[in-house]
């Protein structure tokens, strides 16, 4: 059974920074293309960003060029970059496989961008 931990969330102010881990357990992510998603409250969990298992990347229009994914393989952790932050950017974090089947959810990450 696969376990995945999001870490790293915060308050930050609009403009700010924040970075994201995601570890997973009991699988490797070397074999799948792995994503973040959010959920702000009120909405659908919504996907932000995809690395594949050569390291190519995408991302939702709404986070390109402020946000970067990126992930190291032996530690299976993948990250994401989060800068230019904006107040639309809140929500819960989760990581996942990008695949037809998501593993269990974790309980996610809360970010919060407000003055």
């Known amino acids: 059974q696969v376990r995945l931990v999001e870490s790293g969330g915060g308050l930050v102010q609009p403009g700010g920074s924040l970075r994201l881990s995601c570890a997973a357990s009991?699988?490797?992510?070397?074999?799948?293309?792995m994503g973040w998603y959010r959920q702000a409250p009120g909405n659908e969990r919504e996907w932000v960003a995809t690395?594949?298992?050569?390291?190519?990347?995408n991302y939702a229009d709404s986070v390109k060029g402020r946000f970067t994914i990126s992930k190291d393989s032996p530690k299976n952790t993948v990250y994401l970059q989060m800068n230019s932050l904006k107040s639309e950017d809140t929500g819960v974090y989760y990581c996942?496989?990008?695949?037809?089947?998501?593993?269990?959810w974790g309980q996610g990450t809360q970010v919060t961008v407000s003055s």
């Open positions: 690395i594949s298992m050569s390291g190519n990347t």
């Open positions: 996942n496989r990008v695949t037809s089947i998501n593993w269990d």
């Open positions: 009991g699988s490797s992510f070397t074999y799948y293309p």
